[in-house]
């Protein structure tokens, strides 16, 4: 099956800080999606990016599928971007399940 | 707009005993899922509805686990007798497909299951 890995596995900034998280996948993908698992262990959708850039508030996406990657861009960050990001892809074979990556745990210090 | 919703949010139960968990979609949602993420592992698949018709069951661990979608609307997932390795979050996802393009999944709180 199809490959999906983030890195930095786990990220400590302080507030106001940017990063920049990374997903890379193993095979061509139909869809895209970066998830915020919040302390309460919900998922909150972040990006539908299948390819491309989008930007929403202090947030930003690029994914670049020729080259099988994606990237994620957090400026000015907040304590409440803290949790756990995850990069779910949807392969190219029809079949619509979502295969996760093991995500990026985010710690923002005041 | 409500979104996708499950119950219960948390069960405890032994060993051998019976589960069911139950997923509301967003209205419209045409596409149902269910995944889980058991402890230490990623999140993965289980299956997929579109309305009431199972499309993909290949995740599905094994023949104690059973969803339905009578109707196209709520979904069940019961677990048939549980074993410890259920232990886990159970998510539910929903989506809708456009005329040209699929549908961004939405997920719902999950339902965490502890098995005894």
């Known amino acids: 099956g199809i490959q999906v890995e983030q890195s930095p596995p786990d990220l400590i900034l302080q507030e106001g800080a940017n990063s920049t998280l990374r997903c890379n996948f193993s095979d061509s993908v139909n869809n895209l999606q970066w998830f915020h698992q919040n302390p309460w262990g919900q998922l909150i959708n972040l990006f539908y990016i299948p390819s491309g850039t989008k930007q929403n508030g202090r947030l930003s996406a690029t994914t670049v599928a020729t080259e099988r990657y994606s990237l994620l861009y957090i400026s000015s960050s907040q304590t409440t971007d803290s949790g756990v990001y995850f990069c779910a892809v949807e392969r190219d074979t029809g079949r619509r399940a979502l295969t996760f990556g093991s995500g990026t745990r985010l710690q923002v210090q005041p | 707009e409500a979104g996708v919703t499950q119950f219960p949010s948390h069960s405890v139960i032994e060993k051998g005993q019976t589960v069911t968990l139950r997923c509301d979609p967003i209205?419209?949602?045409?596409?149902l899922y269910w995944y889980r993420r058991v402890m230490g592992k990623e999140i993965k698949f289980l299956l997929h509805f579109v309305k009431e018709s199972k499309q993909d069951e290949s995740g599905m661990p094994n023949n104690r686990f059973l969803a339905e979608r009578t109707g196209g609307t709520y979904s069940t997932l019961k677990v048939q007798p549980a074993e410890l390795e259920d232990s886990g979050v159970y998510f539910c996802?929903?989506?809708?497909?456009?005329?040209?393009?699929?549908?961004?999944?939405?997920f719902g709180p999950g339902t965490r299951l502890t098995v005894l």
């Open positions: 209205s419209g949602h045409d596409n």
């Open positions: 996802a929903s989506s809708q497909d456009f005329q040209t393009t699929r549908g961004e999944q939405f």
